[in-house]
């Protein structure tokens, strides 16, 4: 069955830090890709989303990702984190199961 | 309204009991889609539907599960016979085109809870 890797459950950065957020998944055809934030209190909503053409995207607040497809990952990075970035973070996929597919989710807490 | 929403946000009900969470999706959007996030995980797909048409209820885990959206807009996942196992948060998302791969607009969720 298709699966989404997030292998990072909890990261602690300081302000100003860069962030790099892993996420891989286990399916090697046409695939579009997502990453969706969840900020406290808030709904989830798309960050970002690769779909076709340049595999270097960029989505909301700074954020942009990387689709290496010899991989199978698609990293989200930011250069300079933000307090207001803490939230939990999920890739998603797309692929042969015809549905979206979550990966466990990254929790990001970032301190002044 | 300007989101998806969802109702109640919060159900607590007791093993055995029915219950039934409502979707209200942005308008216009013909796709609809009900998630499980169980605590610690990612939401998990189950169920699809174009306008009123279920195309897909794969991943709906018993059939205690039941889904509807008879008029093509608001929606409503119903359990019967709820267990501990279903206490989870239920997501709804919709989406303004046909299809799976269009960018989904998530409510905020009922977290249910069985006692």
């Known amino acids: 069955a298709q699966s989404v890797s997030q292998h990072n459950h909890h990261v602690i950065l300081s302000e100003a830090a860069s962030l790099e957020l892993g996420c891989n998944y286990s399916?090697?055809?046409?695939?579009?890709l997502f990453w969706y934030v969840q900020y406290p209190g808030q709904h989830l909503q798309l960050l970002l989303k690769?779909?076709?053409?340049?595999?270097l995207v960029k989505g909301i607040k700074g954020f942009e990702a990387e689709f290496i497809k010899s991989k199978f990952s698609f990293n989200l990075r930011k250069p300079s984190v933000q307090w207001s970035d803490t939230a939990e973070y999920f890739c998603?996929?797309?692929?042969?199961?015809?549905?979206?597919?979550f990966g466990t989710g990254t929790r990001l807490q970032v301190f002044p | 309204g300007a989101g998806v929403s969802q109702s109640p946000r919060y159900k607590v009900a007791k093993r055995g009991q029915d219950v039934a969470l409502r979707c209200d999706p942005i308008?216009?959007?013909?796709?609809l889609f009900w998630y499980q996030q169980a605590l610690g995980q990612g939401p998990e797909f189950l169920t699809y539907?174009?306008?009123?048409?279920?195309?897909?209820k794969s991943g709906l885990p018993s059939d205690r599960f039941f889904a509807e959206r008879p008029e093509g807009s608001v929606s409503t996942l119903k359990i019967q016979r709820t267990q501990q196992e279903d206490s989870a948060v239920y997501l709804c998302?919709?989406?303004?085109?046909?299809?799976?791969?269009?960018?989904?607009?998530f409510g905020p969720g009922t977290r249910l809870t069985v006692l």
């Open positions: 399916y090697g055809g046409t695939v579009n």
């Open positions: 998603a996929v797309y692929g042969y199961t015809d549905k979206l597919i």
């Open positions: 539907f174009q306008n009123e048409a279920q195309l897909d």
């Open positions: 690769y779909f076709s053409g340049d595999p």
């Open positions: 998302a919709t989406s303004y085109q046909r299809g799976r791969t269009d960018t989904q607009y």
């Open positions: 308008s216009g959007h013909v796709s």
